[in-house]
């Protein structure tokens, strides 16, 4: 798709703020290394420009104190000197895409070179000071174009297919050197000055950062082979590598630069480096780079744990109106409920332990297509309204979501998920509704949204991810139109270069007289006239002004009911006129009453380091009332836990859920001894589901603290990614956060620092902690916390941890000195495929045995050839992982256990985080906090949660087995308490 120049910048500079600091609320802290900077020498060898941690600093050549030239707010990344000296042109993120920027060495004249949607990267200078070539996808992957300083003229100078990226100029400026990506031949290339292409060095190895040497006899590059990241020499005429730098240093992927004809600086092992042609010697040059953080104290949200009184039912998924627009169809507490326009009282149309969701009526109104976890898997499920007769039409291996009626009734398009059911990736099919006979529509689609048919039935629209390049995976949502004719796929748009509303169920929705699309943009409701093939024919309309999910259409084509944040609302088309749907729905708070007593043998409570041995725990309803030595004959239910051990329930601090999951998600949280769950972006109305049914005892599981969508920038990649379009937008779901009680408000890899920082202060009035993928500055205005130590990065390389899984000082000194809450998801990053690798007996744990089919472990295992893949020392340098996170507890780092499950599956993951801690340097007690009391504390319940003590809720477990001494005992569960009340392994594992 040809991308467009005039999209209109939304805000630049609506949120352009300087941090500030009150003197008394900072914290100074001077770094002196640095993870994955870049550095340049000044052509006059006096000056190193580095970039470490996303501001462009100066240091002294022979080291000393380094000065900042740009502000924090930047991400500027990757300087490159001006011939004359007096300029550094970079990359940097302000406006919320990476432009090239410029600025002089006295760090006063700051200019834009590039502007527009696209991603311009890694600029480097001629040595005349006449152009700048850099890296960008402007023209549908990544190619190499060069700009002209005095007169800002571009001109693409690579048009492979492929991905090119990493030029640089030759030192007589006749030439360039370039990584491309090319199927048949990737590895280094030459372009000379007529345009002619010269392959260097064919190779699938990972490449980065290529320079020519002063002479222009050889280019020095960034390899990235199995386990090593390292400096490789190729001569200018071609030929294989030579590795310079020894095996186990740690190479980072920029440019090289010299400090006169056989000596060069590079960045290596989080230090600035020196190195002669032909010796093995090197020597590093000192810094110091000093930077202020902030840890300001806010009121965090309060929680009523206690309480029994009714409360609104927020978690309304997927309400649907019925053609007649008499009646809508929603799903809520885990059933399907019918509200009659008038009557403000819903009533449920399925009653039963099981999961039932996203309800759609047929054509004619007398009928519901539902999805229904009731025979094991999420199937597809048809009822008849009036006779309450069931049906089940699908019955596939995995799970299905996402149904729509065809116009005529006949068929019902769904989506056949993954068999790990990670983030909803879906394959297009349909279903007869009169024979069952099942096809397949169209391969898979990346987290979709649901299927809308035309009116004649021959296309069904969706909203899918158009990405911008292949090198990075972020794009927009446009609408994808899938014949089911044969012909092939086409992306449209009524805003071309505009992200649509979270998929999922918010569009493009196809009127049934076929003349219009309904969508949502920038968190508000937007109608398209659209042709019988569904191309938009003219303007969009804004049809509200305040925030709209899950549009439907009426019958007649006149009317969308939608959900405005809490509240149902129905719009006219031709007017706009909005009137609220009353809707009167409560649910109670589950509260035990009655006393237990468990009397352990071991208990540890979450803070001491030895057990306390032979005592009671006695409850009183849902709390402890006191733990004292074991006495016979009190007063209560008794539990025999003489021979076991007791610890705190477990939180699970970064997973992603949602219905596909179905009702035995919660009972395997419990099962695996996780009475709490931090869910960092879900579909809010998904999560507030999760959280009422399980609250109000509809079906067990754990506590859930929650927030809505990734709150991301313009460009997103998950479909649960809300593409922040303008100020408005930002403020319209900040005020879903409030009205919806999120835990948390999450940002994502594309939200500009100042937008960020705008997010953070909010959410601090409201009581909400923030976290995201940044340490810095996101900690310096006060983010509480930090998601994976590698993770995504919009810089296709992390500030945390380099490609060889080493983090160095200013990662460490930055997260102890900050207390930035940490979870690392090391069990995401290699170490549940390590553990699974050592251990034959690894997945005979019997809640796995339980809850998971046994072609799991082979797909479990196809997952970490395929990241092993993506990520070269993905296994191989785990142990490096571990080292950091163990630097990081020694510190004084507050890090806690999450795994960004079901990438590695749910429960299961947990236990594997807290082993690899411990096979990684960690005592069990060490692993055992970061799971309970410092989890509770990140999370903003530690009054309440995390440790075992008198007046807290009454959430432990029994397990077998010792584990302050064998971590892998933790997961030995024999009971479960959650919120005092008691659940038997056996009882877990069996389906209601």
Known sequence: MI?????????????????????????????????????????????????????????????????????????????????????????????????????????????????????????????????????????????????????????????????????AFSPDGTQLVYVSERTEAPGLYRLDARGTETQLMNTPTRLAAPAWSPDGTRVFVNAQTKGQSGLMAVAADGGNGTMLTPADEDVFPFRVSWLSADEYVYTADGKLLKRKVGQTGVTAIPFQATVAIARR???????????????????????????????????????????????????????????DAEPVWSPDGSKLAFVSDRQGNMDLWIQDVQTK???????????????????????????????????????????????????????????PSQPSWSPDGRYIALSALDVYSSRYREGVSEILLVSLEGKPDRYVSPVPERTLGTRGKNGPIWSPDGRMMAYILDGVLWTVPVDAEGNPTGAPKQLTRELADVPTWTGDSKHLVFMATDTLKQVSVADGRIETIPLRFTWQPRQPAGQLVVHAGRLFDGRSKAYRTNVDVLIEGNRIRAIEPHKPGRSGRLIDASDKTVIPG??????????????????????????????????????????????????????????????????????????????????????????????????????????????????????????????????RY?????????????????????????TYQDVIELLAKSQMNITPTASLQGGFFVLANRDTSFFSNRQFRAFYPETYAGTLQAGAA??????????????????????????????????????????????????????????????????????????????????????????????????LTTIRDAWNVEMVIKNGETHTIDDLLKKP
């Open 650 to 779: 477990l939180f699970e601090m970064h997973t992603h859920q949602n219905a596909m999951c179905g009702e035995p998600q919660g009972r395997l949280w419990l099962s695996y001894g996780i009475t709490s769950v931090r869910e960092p972006g879900a579909d809010p109305y998904d999560a507030l589901e999760r959280k009422e049914a399980w609250a109000s005892g509809r079906r067990w599981g754990p506590r859930q603290f929650f927030t809505g969508g990734l709150t991301d920038g313009t460009r997103i990649y998950y479909g649960l990614a809300t593409s922040i379009g303008s100020a408005a937008h930002l403020d319209l779901e900040l005020n879903r956060a409030v009205r919806l009680d999120f835990d948390l408000i999450k940002t994502y890899v594309r939200m500009p620092d100042d937008r960020q920082q705008y997010i953070t202060q909010f959410a601090h009035a409201h009581g909400l902690p923030v976290s995201s993928h940044e340490i810095f500055p996101a900690m």
């Open 389 to 447: 007769q069931l049906t089940r039409v699908v019955d596939l291996p995995d799970d299905v979501n996402l149904p729509s009626w065809s116009p005529d009734g006949s068929r019902v398009a769904f989506y056949q998920g993954d068999a790990r059911n990670v983030w909803g990736r879906g394959t297009l099919h349909t279903v007869d509704v009169k024979t069952g006979k099942v096809e397949k529509c169209h391969e898979s689609v990346f987290v």
């Open 782 to 806: 006060e983010v509480d916390a930090v998601e994976h130590i590698g993770g995504t990065s919009r810089r296709g390389y992390s500030p945390k941890i380099t490609a060889m899984n080493r």
């Open 297 to 355: 104290n806010y009121q965090r949200k309060q929680y009523d744990f206690t309480t029994t009184s009714p409360r609104p039912v927020r978690g309304i998924k997927g309400p649907a109106v019925s053609p007649d627009g008499r009646q809508i169809a929603f799903a809520a507490l885990g059933d399907i409920w019918l509200l009659t326009k008038g009557n403000p009282q819903p009533r449920a149309l399925t009653n039963d332990p099981y999961l």
């Open 3 to 167: 991308r467009l120049l005039c999209f209109l910048l939304m805000g630049v500079g609506v949120f352009r703020a300087e941090l500030s600091l009150a003197a008394a609320d900072s914290l100074a802290v001077t770094l002196t290394e640095g993870t994955n900077m870049a550095a340049a020498v000044s052509p006059d060898k006096r000056t190193l420009a580095i970039d470490l941690q996303g501001t462009i600093w100066l240091v002294p050549v022979a080291g000393g104190v380094a000065r900042p030239i740009t502000d924090a707010l930047g991400d500027c990344r990757q300087p490159a000197w001006s011939p004359d000296g007096n300029w550094l042109v970079f990359h940097a993120f302000w406006d919320g895409t990476y432009h090239i920027w410029m600025v002089n060495r006295q760090g006063t004249q700051r200019k834009q070179l590039t502007t527009g949607v696209y991603d311009d990267r890694e600029p480097h200078w001629s040595p005349d000071g006449k152009r700048i070539v850099f890296s960008s996808d402007r023209s549908g992957n990544y190619d190499i174009w060069q700009l002209a300083v005095d007169s800002g003229q571009l001109t693409q100078l690579t048009k492979n297919s492929a991905n090119e990226y990493n030029p």
């Open 866 to 963: 395929q990241f092993a893949k993506i990520n070269p020392g993905y296994l191989t340098n785990f142990g490096n992982l571990q080292q950091d996170v163990k630097a990081l507890i020694k510190a004084g780092a507050h890090v806690t256990t999450g795994t960004d499950s079901p990438f590695v599956p749910y429960g299961m993951s947990l236990h594997t985080e807290l082993q690899s801690f411990v096979d990684g340097g960690l005592t069990p007690y060490e692993a055992l906090r970061s799971a309970t009391l410092w989890a509770a504390e990140a999370v903003g319940v530690s009054q309440d949660l995390g440790s075992l003590e008198p007046g807290k809720l009454a959430d432990l477990v029994i397990v077998a087995g010792d584990p």
